[in-house]
Each structure stands twice: as structure tokens, then as C-alpha cells.
């Protein structure tokens, strides 16, 4: 049985998987072209934390402690592609020209985490808005909205 502390670790380190639908085809004219229409990626954090900003118009503000320098990336099938990129260059995503930016098409994120009444594992669907982070303290904070139009039971 895995101790609750340690659980609840593993399972904020892939606290948020959210897609893009940019399209990415191979260069290499030996290779077939193979568009991919989604590139997945997972932040990892030590711990997460969200508050409530606006409730009327369910904005709230997910802040991640001890995030890692590099974010995960993949694809899957037909063709499999996995690395790692810097949490900095990730955040370009934000400030790409429309229609490949986050600003006018925002990602979705489940957020995983552990009920604490009931001591279960839940997961949040949010939309995620405005990051700003803080590389020298290992900060991240997004603006969210819940996918489903409901209220996050806070505290997460």
C-alpha cells in the first residue's frame, strides 16, 4: 500500500496533460508525411495549490510548486514522438501567432489530485489561461476555468 504523502507526490508529478492541435509533419523525404493533429504535454510539480479569483464567472488561479525546468511532449500513433522541452519554450506557446497560439484556442489540463474528505484520486477538467512563471523559485500559475461550467470544490 502506498503511504498517502508519497501518493499524493506521484501523483501531482503529472499534474497537468493537455493537448494542442498543431500539426507537425516529418521533413525527411524518405519518410512518409505523417501529420499528427496532437502533440500532448506534462508539466510535473512537487505540489499544486488553486483559489478561487472570480466565483460569479468560476475563475481561479492554479499555482505549481516545484516545477520542473523541462516539459514532456508526445505524440501517439501513427507515429510515436516523445522529448522533452524547457518549461520556457513551452510558455512560447502563449505568444505564438494565431491560429498554433494558446491565446485565442486555450488548452484543456486535467488536473489529478487527491480528495481530501474522501481520500480518492479526482481529476479536474479545466481550461488554461495567462501563465506566468517564476524559474528561480520553481513557480507556475495559470488563470483556469472548469470545462463542465461547475464550480472546483475548493481546496483541491
Request: glycine share 2%; hydrophobic share 40%; proline share 8%.
Amino acid at each position: 500500500m502506498i503511504p498517502v504523502k508519497k501518493f499524493i507526490l506521484i501523483t501531482l508529478s503529472i499534474i497537468i496533460l493537455f493537448c494542442d492541435t498543431s500539426n507537425y509533419a516529418s521533413t525527411d523525404d524518405n519518410k512518409p508525411k505523417v501529420i499528427t493533429k496532437f502533440l500532448q504535454f506534462i508539466i510535473r510539480a512537487e505540489s499544486a495549490s488553486v483559489k478561487a479569483i472570480d466565483n460569479n464567472k468560476l475563475i481561479y488561479q492554479l499555482e505549481l510548486q516545484g516545477v520542473d525546468t523541462s516539459v514532456l511532449y508526445f505524440t501517439n500513433r501513427p507515429r510515436r514522438i516523445t522529448d522533452y522541452m524547457t518549461t520556457r519554450f513551452f510558455l512560447k506557446r502563449w505568444i505564438k501567432p494565431p491560429p498554433h497560439d494558446f491565446i485565442t484556442n486555450p488548452p484543456n489540463a486535467a488536473i489529478l489530485y487527491i480528495d481530501k474528505i474522501t481520500n480518492r484520486q479526482q481529476t479536474a477538467l479545466v481550461l488554461l489561461n495567462n501563465p506566468v512563471y517564476i524559474p528561480n523559485q520553481q513557480r507556475l500559475f495559470f488563470m483556469i476555468q472548469p470545462i463542465t461550467g461547475n464550480k472546483l470544490t475548493l481546496p483541491l
